[in-house]
């Protein structure tokens, strides 16, 4: 599938993999997790953990935690793996 890109997306890679995403807008913990794995079953006692690298000026790193979002950002990294129990 070829996905044309415009000026209203910006690439996101989760796990190497690239996704177009609204510029402009966030992406929240439960949306990462998702687009890492489609299939996933809200489990309380499976938790994900979340890193990301080449973010917005004032935050280009960071952790992202159950019921958080960060802003968006061309080019920007993300690292999702299963952590199992809580």
Not at 13 to 20: N, R
Not at 31 to 41: I, M
Request: net charge negative.
């Amino acid at each position: 599938m070829n996905i044309m890109k415009d000026n209203k997306t910006v690439t996101i890679v989760v796990e190497g993999t690239p996704h177009e995403w609204p510029k402009n807008s966030e992406i929240t913990y439960i949306q990462l997790v998702a687009l890492e794995f489609p299939d996933f079953e809200q489990h309380p006692e499976t938790t994900y953990s979340i890193k990301y690298t080449k973010g917005q000026g004032n935050k280009p790193e960071g952790v992202l935690v159950a019921g958080g979002s960060v802003k968006v950002k061309e080019g920007m990294i993300f690292n999702v793996s299963s952590t199992g129990q809580s």
